[in-house]
């Protein structure tokens, strides 16, 4: 596991496992007993920290774990996790040997995949292989009955593949019009009844259809956004059948403060002109954090109240006009709470025009992440400094040797 005890920058995000933990809990009371959950933990759990989201996630009851590529699974196992684990996306025929002696189960959707995968798996090998079926959302998958009669052939006749599952994906699940969704689904049904026997699992909820459908569950679920504490669309917020708690938070702190005088200018451009006299404080984030420039303007919290970030967001720093003077050292918040005051997920989203999904997944790994457990700081990751920390061990060996 990459993890760090320290890091040396006065900005950080806060990713709340307790919340994690009681958003699983709350999915899986919401379904049925026999659906098991698989945790959508891609990209490096949509920025929250991959290892340390996914051991949460399955003491909180989930099964299993799903990531969109090879590596992500095997940062997982990696990590110490022997879960199931699921690549949802394409996999090289040529690593399948790698997957194999990890118990990675793949996905498959060519037969000629399943032919060049064949040539890297030895006699004793066994591949589990989930079939992704493209119902209508047009991005990987078989589309016709003969597609998947000879993958189910081949699968059968090759003892080094086993067929544990069969999937689809949903266009529009978070759409509370359900029309295209439910032509979706009469067509993974339609699939479904071509197959000789059923795999192991049969899946085809995201986090919007787990949340607002009872006849998609099938005996598996792929719960990602949801797990961490974000609705999957805004129209969706009203429906929800139980609140979320978002899980990740981002922190930063005043380095530096002064009072300007009227009419001086802040940062590149000299776009922002004070009207009077203003404190004016600094902050160590910017746009190479993922604090992206389009945020100008952006509101953060200090001491409880929200105040504007002015002037352009700079690669490393950004400035905010403070109502009054602060003592470096304060505590500045980007998204989460202070006292009454609460900036969300989609607060930030919506100023950037995006979805929430995008918005942790671009906080970039130069930010450290803080895991609170049982309402503690319990573990820092600083991929940024276990990297470069493993760098110099391993120039070190290079020079012993
Ligand atoms: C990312 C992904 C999910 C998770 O979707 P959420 O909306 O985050 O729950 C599920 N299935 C597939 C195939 C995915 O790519």
Same mark, same amino acid.
């Given at each position: 596991m990459e993890t760090q005890t320290q890091f040396?920058?006065?900005?950080w995000a806060e990713i709340n496992l307790d919340h994690l933990y009681e958003n699983v809990k709350n999915i899986k009371g919401h379904i049925p007993n026999d659906v098991k959950v698989f945790a959508v933990v891609k990209a490096n759990a949509y920025g929250h920290g991959d290892v340390q989201t996914s051991l949460t996630a399955l003491s909180a009851g989930?099964?299993?774990?799903?990531?969109?590529?090879? +590596?992500?699974?095997?940062?997982?196992?990696?990590?110490g996790i022997i879960a199931?684990?699921? !690549?949802?996306?394409?996999t090289r025929p040529k690593d399948v040997k790698m997957a194999a002696d990890m118990d990675i189960s793949l996905t498959v959707f060519q037969q000629e995949w399943l032919v060049e995968a064949e040539r890297q798996l030895? *006699?004793?090998?066994?591949? @589990?292989?989930?079939? /992704?079926?493209?119902?209508?959302?047009?991005?990987?998958g078989v589309?016709?009955?003969?597609?998947? /009669?000879?993958?189910? *052939?081949?699968?059968? +006749?090759?003892?080094?593949?086993?067929m544990e599952g069969i999937f689809t994906h949903f266009a529009t699940a978070d759409e509370l019009n359900d029309e295209y969704l439910d032509e979706q689904l009469v067509r993974f049904e339609h699939m479904l009844a071509q197959l000789d026997s059923l795999p192991a699992y049969i899946h085809s909820s995201n986090s919007a259809a787990t949340l607002r459908k009872t006849n998609t569950l099938f005996n598996a679920v792929r719960v990602g956004i949801a797990m961490y504490g974000l609705t999957p669309s805004i129209e969706m917020k009203p429906e929800l059948p139980f609140p979320l708690k978002e899980v990740f938070s981002l922190h930063s702190t005043l380095i530096h403060t002064k009072e300007l005088g009227a009419f001086e200018k802040v940062s590149y451009g000299a776009t922002y002109q004070t009207e009077r006299a203003e404190w004016i404080g600094t902050i160590p984030i910017g746009y190479a954090d993922g604090w992206l420039r389009k945020l100008q303007g952006q509101d953060v919290l200090v001491d409880g109240k929200r105040v504007p970030i002015v002037g352009r967001i700079c690669m490393d720093q950004c400035m905010i006009r403070l109502p009054e003077s602060r003592s470096i050292g304060?505590?500045?918040?980007?998204?989460?709470?202070?006292?009454?005051?609460?900036?969300?997920?989609?607060?930030?989203a919506q100023k950037l025009d995006t979805i929430n999904y995008e918005?942790?997944?671009?906080?970039?790994?130069? !930010?450290?992440?803080?895991?609170?457990? @049982?309402?503690?700081?319990?573990? !820092?990751? @600083? *991929?940024?400094?276990?990297?470069?920390?493993?760098?110099?061990? *391993? @120039? /070190?060996?290079?020079? +012993?040797?």
């Open positions: 040396f920058r006065d900005t989930a099964h299993g774990l799903a990531v969109a590529f090879l +590596d992500e699974a095997i940062s997982l196992r990696r990590g199931p684990i699921l !690549v949802l996306g394409a030895s *006699k004793g090998d066994c591949l @589990n292989l989930h079939i /992704k079926c493209d119902t209508g959302m047009g991005r990987i589309r016709t009955t003969e597609e998947l /009669k000879g993958i189910e *052939k081949y699968i059968l +006749d090759h003892p080094q593949f086993e304060t505590h500045v918040t980007l998204i989460g709470s202070q006292g009454e005051e609460d900036i969300t997920m989609d607060e930030i918005i942790p997944c671009i906080i970039s790994t130069r !930010v450290p992440r803080i895991y609170i457990r @049982n309402g503690e700081p319990a573990e !820092v990751s @600083n *991929k940024l400094l276990s990297t470069g920390v493993q760098g110099q061990l *391993k @120039n /070190k060996e290079l020079q +012993d040797e």
